[in-house]
Structure formats: C-alpha cells, structure tokens
C-alpha cells in the first residue's frame, strides 16, 4: 500500500511540474514580445559595404549589415533599431503607429494600430 501511495504523489508532482511548464509556455515566457508604438526613422543602405543612413536624419545607423543586398532598418519609439526585411515593410512611413511583434532582436510582426 505504501508503494501505491508514493507512486501517486509522484505522479501529482509530475503532473503539476508539466502543468506549471505548459502555463509559462502558453503566456509567451519564451522571450516573444507585442509593443505599440511609433515609426521614428527609417534606414537604408542599398549595399553591405555602406552604412544604413536615416532617410529623415541621413544620420548612420549603429547596425548589423546584411551581407548580401540592401539592409533596411526601423528605429521605433522605445529608442531601438530593429533590421527588417526591406520588401516586406516597405509600405510603413515614419510617424505610424505600429504593433510589432518582436523575438531575440528580431522582428517577426509588424501591423498599423488599430
């Protein structure tokens, strides 16, 4: 009977250890971040071996340049600069307002506030 008895606290703990690790994974406690906020400046640089520059300020953004093609880049209303594909947010301008969905220093989502 005692075994019977340790098995089943054993397997409550476990169930409750797997339940705490599904909560933490479900509210998104793997670094994945949604903020709102605004379009400060833009960057661009048409090729790796230039630097990005702003295309309000023309000032040099601090950045990892891509190594092959143009290097686009954001820089939001939090003061950070994020590097983004230049096709695929081509259509924002400085000033939106904008949710971006961010994850290890990288964008994955961008949409206008609604």
């Given at each position: 009977?005692?075994?019977?008895?340790?098995?089943?606290?054993?397997?409550?703990?476990?169930?409750?250890?797997?339940?705490?690790?599904?909560?933490?994974?479900?509210?998104?406690?793997?670094?994945?971040?949604?903020?709102?906020?605004?379009?400060?400046?833009?960057?661009?640089?048409?090729?790796?071996?230039?630097?990005?520059?702003?295309?309000?300020?023309?000032?040099?953004?601090?950045?990892?340049?891509?190594?092959?093609?143009?290097?686009?880049?954001?820089?939001?209303?939090?003061?950070?600069?994020?590097?983004?594909?230049c096709d695929k947010y081509l259509d924002y301008q400085i000033g939106d307002?904008?949710?971006?969905?961010?994850?290890?220093?990288?964008?994955?989502?961008?949409?206008?506030?609604?």
């Amino acid at each position: 009977m005692n075994a019977l008895k340790a098995k089943a606290i054993i397997l409550i703990l476990l169930t409750a250890v797997l339940g705490t690790l599904v909560f933490m994974w479900l509210n998104g406690s793997g670094g994945s971040f949604e903020k709102e906020l605004t379009i400060l400046e833009k960057y661009y640089s048409p090729n790796p071996e230039e630097k990005a520059l702003g295309i309000k300020t023309k000032e040099p953004a601090n950045i990892h340049m891509s190594s092959e093609g143009p290097t686009c880049a954001m820089k939001f209303s939090n003061e950070q600069i994020f590097v983004l594909d230049c096709d695929k947010y081509l259509d924002y301008q400085i000033g939106d307002e904008v949710v971006i969905s961010h994850q290890d220093g990288k964008v994955t989502e961008i949409r206008k506030k609604e």
